[in-house]
């Protein structure tokens, strides 16, 4: 059973930036970030994939958060620039270690509040 831990949440201003951390206690294949804002459901935000390190992003981050991983730390990034209010949510971090396949290991969440 893998376990990930995740850190780096916080409050900063609109156009600030932050980067969240999500450490797994074994290897994983693919990691990935999805938040959850207040009242609304969870949603992907950035994955990285596979041994090719394919990302993929959601449309409302592009250009602005950058997904990456340290394969020798076991450990996913996320470098999110140009924050917005709406960004306003908790990330969890997910992981896989199979592919094709859902995501199997989940974080407990770290809270990101963007004040305008």
């Known amino acids: 059973q893998v376990q990930l831990v995740e850190s780096g949440g916080g409050l900063v201003q609109a156009g600030g930036s932050l980067t969240l951390s999500c450490a797994a206690s074994?290897?994983?294949?693919?990691g990935a970030w999805f938040r959850q804002a207040p009242g609304k459901e969870r949603e992907f935000v950035a994955a990285v994939k596979g041994s090719g390190g394919r990302t993929y992003y959601a449309d409302s981050v592009k250009g602005r958060f950058t997904i990456s991983r340290d394969n020798a730390k076991n450990t996913v990034y996320l470098q999110m620039n140009s924050l917005k209010p709406e960004d306003t949510a908790v990330y969890y971090c997910a992981a896989k270690a199979v592919e094709p396949g859902p995501y199997e290991y989940w974080g407990q969440g770290t809270q990101v509040t963007v004040s305008s």
């Open positions: 074994g290897r994983t294949i693919s």
